[in-house]
C-alpha cells in the first residue's frame, strides 16, 4: 500500500509537469534582444515575466530587425532588451 501511494505521487507530478506550457513564444533571439511572437494562449504577462526573468527590458513596441540591418519594416513588435555583462 506504501509503494502504491508513492507510485500515484510520481505518475501526479509527471502529469502537472507535461501539462506545462512552454516558456514563452520567441520569433528570434540575438545575444541582446528577444523578439517575441504573438500566440494563443500566452498573454503580454507572460512575455513581461519572461522579460524580466532574462534580466532585460520590455518594450511593446520595440524593432523586430536586427541591430544594423540594411533594409527593416516599421512594424512594432513585443521585444525585450537585454545587457551583455
Known amino acids: 500500500m506504501k509503494n ?3 507510485l ?3 505518475v ?10 512552454p516558456s514563452v ?3 528570434s ?3 541582446n534582444k528577444v523578439v517575441y511572437s504573438l500566440s494563443e494562449g500566452y498573454t ?3 512575455l513581461k ?8 527590458v520590455f518594450n511593446t513596441c520595440g ?3 536586427e541591430e544594423g540591418a540594411d533594409q527593416c519594416i516599421q512594424v512594432c513588435a513585443y521585444t525585450c532588451q537585454t545587457f551583455q555583462k
Open 63 to 65: 524593432s523586430p530587425c
Open 29 to 31: 533571439q540575438t545575444d
Open 25 to 27: 513564444p520567441i520569433q
Open 49 to 56: 515575466r519572461h522579460c524580466y526573468d532574462i534580466h532585460g
Open 12 to 21: 501526479g507530478l509527471l502529469v502537472v509537469v507535461g501539462c506545462q506550457k
Open 44 to 46: 503580454i504577462d507572460d
Open 4 to 6: 502504491f501511494g508513492l
Open 8 to 10: 500515484m505521487m510520481i
